[in-house]
Each structure stands twice: as C-alpha cells, then as structure tokens.
C-alpha cells in the first residue's frame, strides 16, 4: 500500500507543475459553462411543462462539472501508457516488484486529483461569487455536503476504475483510438456531459441508471444541490461501492488474462 | 494550386496505408457530434422550443457550422497542429522553399478522418432541410452554400490566429479551443438565445453570427428590412480571414528558431 502511496503522492506533486495550462483550461471551461447555462436558461424560459430539474439546480450542476471536469472526462488520458502497451516498454513495467494494476489505478488517480485541484478551486469560488442568476449556490445542510464529498470521492474512484478497462483494451487492440472514441462518447454521454441525466427522455434515463458511468459525476453532482435526497443518497453510497468493487475485481482479471498473452515486441 | 492538390493526394495516400484505423477513426468521428445531436433532439423533445425556435430550425443551424467545423479540420489541421512544427523545428525547413508559407503549413497535414463528421451534419443538414416548409430561390440555396464555405474560412482564421501565437509561445495554446470548439458549440443554437454581449462578440469580433445567424434568418423567411444585407453577411464573415492572413505573414517575419 506505501508504495501505491508514494506513487500517488509523486504524480501528484508532477501533475501541479503544469499551472499555466490549467489556467487556460479554466477559462476554456467557464466559457463552456457560461454558453450552457445559457442555453437551459432559453429553454427554460418559455417551457410549458415543469421540467424535472431547477434551474438553479441544474446552474450548480453544470458548475461543478466544470470544476470537476476532470472526474468525468473519459478521454482525459495518459499517452505515456498507450506508449508503453504499443512500443513494447512495457516489459520495464512488468519487472517492477508491485501490482500493475495498483501502480497504474495510483498512477491515473493522482493525474485526476491534481488536474481537478488546480482547476476546481478558481472556478468554484468565481462561481460563487458571479451574478444571479448564474452563481452557485451552497448546498441546502452540511450532512448534503458531507455526503457529496463521500459520493465525489467514490466517483472518482469508480471513473479510474473505468478508464483502467480502456487501457487494458489497448492490449488487444494495440491503438487505443477506437476504444477512446467508444468510451468517451458513450460514458461521457451517460455521465451527463452533454444533457444533465434529469432532462434525459425516460427510456434513456432507464439506461443511464443502470450503467456505471452516472454513479461517477451525475450522481454527487445531484446530491450537492439536493436534487437526490438524503436517504436515496446514502443507498447510493452503497451502490457506488458495489459498483467499484465490481469493476476493480473485473479489471484486475482482464488486466491479468490480458497480461498472461502479452507479447513484447523487441524494440 | 497543383502543389496543394499534390500534397492532397501524397497525404491521402499515406492516411490510406492504415485503411482500417482511418475507416474505425471516421466512424468514432461520426459519433462524437451524433452524440451532441441526441442531446440537442432530447432537450428539444422535452421543451418543445427555444425563444420561439423551432427544432428543425436550430438543426439547420447545427448543421451548417459543423460541417463547417469538420472541413476546416480537415483541410487546416496543418495550422491546428503547427506547434509540433515550431518544436521539432521544422518550420526552417518551410522557410527555405520557393513557396509561400501559407501554402506549406496549409499542406502539412490533412484529416481525412473528419468525412465521419461531415456524414453526421450532412444528414443533419438534408433531415432538416426536408422537414423546413422553405420556399427555395436561386439566391437562397447560394446564401446556404456561402454559409458553410465563410464558415470554414472563419475557422480556418482562428487556426491561424492561434499558429501564429506559437512563434512567441512555442507551446500551442489551448485558449484557442473557446474560439474553435466553444465558439461551434455555440453557434449550434441561433445567436440571439445567448445574452447580448455574446451575441454581439460572436457577431462583430469572431463573426459567427455571419455565419450562420443572420443569414439563417433569411433562409427561413424571419427577416425584417433588406433582405440582401442578410444574404450578403456570409461575405462579410468570409473577410475575418484577411487580417488573419496579415497577422501571420507578420508572425513569420517574426519567427526565431527553437534550434532543435
């Protein structure tokens, strides 16, 4: 577990280097936020019917999606490992004396947190602080926040556990575009990027809520603004760990079946 | 001219070689804005309309500026991607050839992969052109041409712009994206749903609204007032890429070698 730690730790102390990137990445993201809000709030203007999510809901929403966009991004991806499977290095990988599997997870996490760190901070707190009828608001209770960072965490953990499957693909396929593209449009999809879950037709949100992808984003996104109730929120938690479970177990077999026919070719 | 038709066919060739990665590349292109349509459909499909738009409307509107998007990616990827050119130094390799710059950056790089998108828009396009109770005129059908064609240019501007930043950066800049991505994804919607300083930005500065806004209201028959002044905008638009032009004949004359 210590070294996984120090894996974590390091890759984190790397990712906070690339600070002039992240502010470009923030200012990108508040404009994406802004033309979105826009949009429901158009929509929202003339609707006949109730929709199923406020606005003011849906505003906190799309603002913590932007902050925490690095927890939903599937294609937010490690090149260095792509290269490693296609190029053959890999084989340096394998002579390490710990798990790959765990090196790798600790690897991922550490690129997300420390990508989600330097991004989240300016943009939640400028969100806080614009204009009605764009600003964030707090959540409703502290316990709604507490159980929102309980449900981030978790989801960000499930995410990782996700993309692991992508870079296992990569070992059968051997280009990781095609399985990039599939990930990334379908969960991103699921996740709600592109329309919040809520506003999905029914017969989708069926299928949103069976697949893992929405327990990553949606699901803490919603608890914050208290659009899930608490007591649905604590039964979530539960789902979430059973989803990560699931997922970490799988992953481990595909990575170690994966591994067992892995061929280096010289290089 | 017959050298970019060269570099054309020599780019398309070695894109060919990979048959199966170009052919899986265009399809997962194809899904990517398919996706964003889905969501377009599904919140038109709980709404109803927005600010009085309807949806086949804001479809055509979709569709012109993707398509636009997905041919400039295609045909000025060279510029999108010309920081790799600065950092590996390549670019004093352009400089000592008899031919103009422009041409050669232009030519480095083609994304054939994008057709997958231009597929997506296209049906997008003829869907909802079919569903548009549009009395079609000569001039009508010319403005919607004019449309994608000073979309392209539009973008292509931005790509330039944004090259020409990397010869004082040398890194690429990924503010660029608001402009390229952000300013598609904006411009899928009608301008006037967005408050007025976007849409005037997007209309006066980055002429998007040129595009596919205020000609677009003349294609549906909305317009109040000089119905030639709505179908000439395009034109207008289609000017973004001079000062464009100039910006990066100026960077040039600016280059300095990273030496690598």
Redesign the interface.
Known sequence: MKVYASVLKLRLLIGMQYRS?AL??V??QF??G??SI??FE???????VT?PISLKELITYIWLQQAFLAFIMLWFRDNELFDLITSGNIAYELCRPTDLYGFWFAKLLAQRLSSALLRCYPILLVAFFLPKPYNMTLPPNVITFILFVITLLLGLLLLVAISMFLYISVFVTL?P??S???F???G??FAGL??PIP???LW?QKIAYVLPFRWTADFPFRVYSGHIAQSDAIIGVFIQLGYLLGLLWLGKLALNSVLKRVVVQGG | MSLYFKYLLILFKSQMQYRT?FW??SI??F??P???F??LY??F????????WEFFEVALCFAVIHMAFSLSECFARGFDTFSSLIIKGDFDRVLVRPRSTFLQVLGSKFEFTRIGRLLQSAIVLIWALNNLPIEWSILKALTLFFMITSGVLIFTGIYMLAATMCFWTVQG???A??FT??GR??AQ?PLN???KW?ARFFTYVIPFGTVNYLPLLFILGKTKGDEILYMLTPLAGSLFILPCFLVWQFGVRHYRSTGS
Do not use: H
């Not at chain 2, 499909?45 to 009085?52: D, L, S």
């Open positions: 990137a470009a990445g200012a990108t404009f994406w802004f033309i826009m949009v158009a929509f929202y203007e003339f609707t006949a929709p280009s575009m095609g990039l593209l599939i990334g449009v379908l991103e999809f592109i329309i506003l999905m037709p989708l | 990665s899986l590349l997962g292109q899904f990517i398919f996706s964003i889905a969501g599904f919140l499909e709980r709404f109803g309309q927005i600010k009085g800049l990924e503010v994206n608001i991505d952000g994804e904006m919607y749903i967005y408050q976007v």
